[in-house]
Every structure is written in C-alpha cells, then in structure tokens.
C-alpha cells in the first residue's frame, strides 16, 4: 500500500468524518423512517417526492448530516495537524470518530425509546401542531423519531467538539513526552 501524500492529509481528514457522518445518517434514518415515515413525509420539508422509507432514508441521511460530518471534519484535520506537536495521521483518528458515531448512535436509541415510553405511558403527550396532522396510532413512534434525531445532533455536535478537544490534547501529551525524553 502506498503511503498518503503528507500535504493531502487533511482533506483525507476531512472527507472520511464527512463520509462517517453520512453513513451515520443513512443508517439511523433507515431505522426512523421505518419507524415512523410520518416523520420525514410530515414532519420535513418535501424534498423528495416518494413515501419509500428507503429513499427518504438515503436522501435525508445526507442532506442532514453531511453538514455536520464537514466542519467535524475540518476541525479535527486542524487539531490534527496544525502546530508544532506531533502530527496525527487519519489512521490515527479512525477509531475516535467511529466512537463518536456509535455512542451518538446508542444516545438515539436511549433518547427514542424513552420518548416512545413517555407517550405511550401518558407521561407526555404530542405538541399540538403535529398531534393534528399525525395518525394518532404514530404519535409514540414520531416522538421517538423527534428525540432520536435531537440526541444525535446534540451527541454529534458536542462529541464532535470532544473528539477535537481529545486530539489537540493528544498531540500536546505526545510533544511534552518528546521533550522530556531528550
């Protein structure tokens, strides 16, 4: 295998948390929308022309994350190689940003499940701006849906900024390591 042209390093970066960022999105809207296809068809603006949770899933599983996934991934490429301290490679980063995939991943789980449970028990009930348009046979499963996404992007967004955080403390751990080995 060839190595990675050093100067390239940070669009590689950049392009594989965008691109873990939109399979993330893929993925937890394959299960949204076939939770809840009220969710997008209803509850998003119509972009696409189809009820297919599938389809809705792939298109909004981009539209809503790779906007996310790009300043992630700017971000850490600059916490990754900017400075003096030793620089990180996307080998070096692959596994916190799956990490952050699979813990904002889980928090969407935590968060929908206890969404559908709280309507379900009586404990909340659906705002009434949507409770009007949706089947109330979905209610709990839209609720779910909505806290789902919300967990996500605030995992994302703050896990993100984590991960970041973590790699400039990283590479500055492995600079004062350096030092004081000479």
Known sequence: ?????PGLEPLRIALFATAAAIVYGILH????AHLCV????IGHPPVFATTSPFLLALGWGVIATWWVGLPLGWGLAAA???????????RDLKR?????????GVA???????????IMHGHATMP??????????KHAAFF????????????????GLFVIGHTIRRRYRAAAKAQTAC
């Open 29 to 32: 809207d394959m299960v949204t």
């Open 80 to 90: 990754a190689r900017m400075g003096s301290a030793p620089k990180l490679a996307l």
């Open 144 to 159: 779910a849906d909505a806290w789902a996404h919300t967990a996500s992007y605030g995992v994302g967004a703050l896990g």
């Open 1 to 5: 295998m060839k190595p990675a042209v």
């Open 96 to 104: 916190p940003v799956v990490t952050l995939m699979v813990v904002a």
């Open 108 to 118: 969407a789980l935590i968060s929908g499940s206890l969404a559908a449970w709280l």
């Open 38 to 41: 009220e969710y997008f068809t």
């Open 128 to 137: 009434s701006r949507w409770a009007a348009v949706i089947p109330s046979s």
